[in-house]
């Protein structure tokens, strides 16, 4: 999956990082939700298709 562009997601990034919490978890629930895909992934995969990555979440 390519690595986000830092320049510009990276300003809000207070907005969408999740915050620590117990037992090494992720909390996201104060965090706005930011999808990002590329064209060229779209083109190869299709909107429907995993193009799909969420800011501030690993890939699975």
Do not use: I
């Not at 562009?5 to 990276?10: A, I, L, N, S, T």
């Not at 992934?41 to 969420?54: A, D």
Request: aromatic content about 10%; charged content about 25%; hydrophobic content about 30%.
């Amino acid at each position: 999956m390519p690595a986000p562009d830092e320049e510009g997601p990276g300003l809000s990034r207070d907005r969408w990082v999740g915050r620590r919490a117990l037992k090494g978890c992720t909390d996201y629930g104060s965090a706005v939700s930011v999808f990002a895909t590329t064209l060229n992934r779209l083109r190869t995969h299709g909107p429907l298709g995993r193009v799909w990555w969420r800011y501030g979440h690993q890939p699975r």
